[in-house]
């Protein structure tokens, strides 16, 4: 089969690249992987097509290697990409900053326009820019397009927005809140309304995304008016290794007191905080293990967790005024009933009902887990990020042919 119609989507981190080719229109997948360890001394490739899987180890230079094994894994499989070519490569790109507020064909002047905004998201950005070039470097001629995690909640109302700091000293630094996780959360609302049978422009919903990474996002008439996340991917909700929101007097606090650098407080809010700093553990199974064999310390982390969830399905219950429809979504929240259950636990006044049930159902559709006839639906709608990717990819291909 030929690849001229599949999207190749790239997702690329500072020593991982993930792929996904497929078909745009119908979802079908034709190939997945992912790059691992790029620049340690082993690295690995998983490749899955065709109903198997093949693997490569070894050292992987940089991504430009890691990419280039992964088109000969590919000609393997029966998809040569460099000969017969793909329709487009949709590269996932955390920040857009200002700049980009919709998914955007990529040029030279691009790439230098989303490296300078490495300032704002330097774990991200850089390593975004390295897949997009590789790709470029190897797919001469194959329209490249990136797509936003920001984008969704470019025209997020000012107050939402705005942090109460000096304003010329947030005009100067591009301080705001940005909002990530955006294609996730405009997939998911779009196929809430859908599951609803309902035009979103009619709908008030709560989006919950819970994977490794977490965030919240209130939408009004399919456009967000508030998220929990902010000029990084740190605030809000507790996350797997995130502390999510702090008071920012910690901060100096910590470089003061326990003399971490600026690049330690970094590294222990982002890497070292959240389930993990509080349990030791990341992975929400293993924190279930915990907790069922007593570990209070694994007990307080899911508490607080919760905990910071309800206070945001509050806030946004009051902001959007009423609610027609709350969504989980992403690794946690399609795969964990008691998070759904206990994050919504007693709110039968507010018209908020789980059928434990349907919320226990083994199903990987999107579902209903209210019961039939509640005024709120409770929603489980699996993410596809880069179902939405590739769509956006082709869009924009389609546009400017
Ligand atoms: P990422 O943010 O990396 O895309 P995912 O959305 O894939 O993350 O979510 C990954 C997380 O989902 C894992 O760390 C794990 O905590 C959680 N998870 C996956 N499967 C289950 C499950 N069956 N029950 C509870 N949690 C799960």
């Known amino acids: 089969m030929g690849a001229e119609n599949l999207v190749l989507v790239i997702n690329s981190g ?25 620049g340690e001394d082993t690295g690995g490739i998983e490749h899955h097509a065709d109903g198997r899987t093949i693997e490569h180890s070894g050292r992987i230079a940089d991504h430009t290697a890691g990419l280039r094994s992964v088109f000969d894994m590919f000609a393997e499989t029966g998809h040569d990409l460099r000969r017969a070519g793909v329709h487009a490569v949709g590269h996932r790109v955390v920040h857009g900053g200002e700049v980009f507020y919709r998914p955007t064909l990529i040029d030279d002047a691009v790439v230098a326009a989303i490296s300078e905004l490495s300032a704002l998201a330097p774990l991200h950005n850089p390593a975004n820019v390295a897949g997009i070039e590789s790709a470029r470097q190897l797919l001469p001629g194959v329209p490249q397009v990136a797509v936003f995690d920001t984008a969704f909640f470019h025209g997020l109302p000012a107050a939402a927005k705005t942090y109460a700091i000096d304003a010329k000293v947030a005009a100067a630094h591009g301080i705001r809140r940005y909002g990530f996780h955006g294609t996730s959360h405009e997939y998911v609302s779009g196929q809430a309304a859908a599951l609803l049978g309902r035009d979103p422009a009619e709908l008030n919903q709560i989006v919950f995304h819970l994977g490794n990474g977490a965030s919240a996002s209130a939408v009004r008439g399919g456009r967000p008016i508030d998220t929990t996340m902010g000029l990084t991917p740190l605030e809000g909700l507790v996350m797997g290794t995130r502390s999510g929101d702090l008071d920012p007097g910690i901060v100096p606090h910590l470089m003061r007191s326990a003399h971490l650098s600026i690049d330690e407080v970094d590294a222990l809010l982002n890497r070292d905080s959240g389930i993990k700093g509080l349990s030791g553990v990341n992975d929400f199974r293993e924190l279930q293990r915990l907790i069922d064999a007593g570990d209070e310390q694994a007990r307080l982390a899911y508490d607080v967790y919760i905990h910071r969830l309800r206070r945001y399905l509050g806030a946004y219950l009051i902001e959007l005024g009423g609610v027609d429809a709350i969504t989980f979504t992403a690794g946690v929240g399609e795969n964990s009933p008691q998070v759904r259950a206990d994050a919504l636990a ?49 869009q924009v291909v389609a546009e400017t042919a």
């Open 14 to 38: 500072s020593s991982s690249i993930k792929y996904q080719l497929l078909d745009p229109g119908s979802g079908v997948l034709a190939a997945s992987g992912i790059v691992e360890r790029i």
């Open 346 to 394: 007693g709110l039968g006044h507010f018209g908020i009902e789980v059928d434990q049930t349907r919320n226990t159902a083994k199903n990987r559709a999107a579902r209903y887990i209210s019961p039939d006839g509640a005024p709120i639906a409770v929603l489980v709608v699996p993410t596809n990020e880069e179902l939405a990717i590739a769509r956006a990819a082709a």
